[in-house]
């Protein structure tokens, strides 16, 4: 194989066969038979998913969001300002996307919307991709459409929180700081460490990352969030008493 082959697949112009990639694998001498199999499991070759559709429509980080969570083997999520996307109503969604300045074209809107609730179907799924969601208390507060809505919302929460694929942990108002407070990021963990990847949300899009070293500070940075946050249990209580109060 040549040089200008093994450049071209590197740099993703070129596709690779499953019987190249474990060659390259042997020239390299790369014994990570976890990697192996996960990169040769890619080699098949790119199937269309129902986020394809929205391609040209949205953002595309938004279309990238969501082909990332299907083909993830778990998720993480921390929530400091809003519910997780996964979870969201069809009317908090389309409060939330009316709020954008400038205001959205009311297609557009729509097209969010779709979109956002078609996502919900990796933990819905049978079985439901394992899914950790960390939100911090002041975002169960916020009445985004209205106190309807938001009661809604929340008992949407409650009954995501009883999949056995679901664990919601709240971080207490309480809570004496937490790393990362202020960010809204996704961890998504794929068959091997080496392929994992965090999205994390910004003003100008999501920003993507898998740099092994920011990878392991980030788990890191989620172990430490976890052991502030209530337990499951503690955290449908206090779900529970909040949309007991609106």
């Known amino acids: 194989m040549d040089r200008t082959m093994i450049s071209n697949i590197e740099s993703g112009r070129f596709g690779i066969s499953e019987e190249r990639l474990r060659r390259l694998a042997s020239i390299y001498e790369c014994d990570d038979t976890e990697l192996i199999d996960a990169l040769a499991a890619m080699t098949g070759g790119r199937v269309r998913g129902w986020w394809d559709e929205y391609r040209g429509k949205i953002p595309p980080d938004f279309v990238d969001v969501a082909e990332l969570e299907h083909h993830a083997k778990s998720l993480r999520t921390l929530q400091t300002a809003h519910i997780p996307g996964l979870f969201q109503t069809e009317d908090h969604a389309r409060a939330l996307f009316d709020l954008f300045v400038p205001p959205l074209p009311r297609l557009e809107v729509e097209l969010r919307v779709a ?49 056995p694929n679901v664990r919601l942990l709240v971080i207490p108002l309480t809570a004496e700081g937490f790393p990362m407070a202020g960010d809204t990021m996704m961890y998504a963990a794929a068959a091997s460490p080496h392929l994992d990847t965090v ?16 990878l392991s500070n980030f788990r890191r940075r989620l172990d430490l969030v976890e052991q502030v946050a209530l337990n499951p249990e503690k955290s449908r209580d206090r779900i529970l008493e909040i949309a007991g109060e609106l």
């Open 115 to 163: 979109h956002r609730l078609a996502r919900h179907g990796v933990v819905a799924a049978d079985p439901g991709v394992p899914y950790a969601g960390l939100i911090y208390e002041a975002a169960l507060h916020l009445r985004i459409g209205g106190r309807h809505v938001a009661k809604a919302q929340l008992k949407r929460l409650l009954e995501e929180s009883e999949r």
């Open 199 to 214: 999205e994390v949300d910004s003003p100008i899009g999501a920003v993507f990352i898998d740099s092994p070293t920011q």
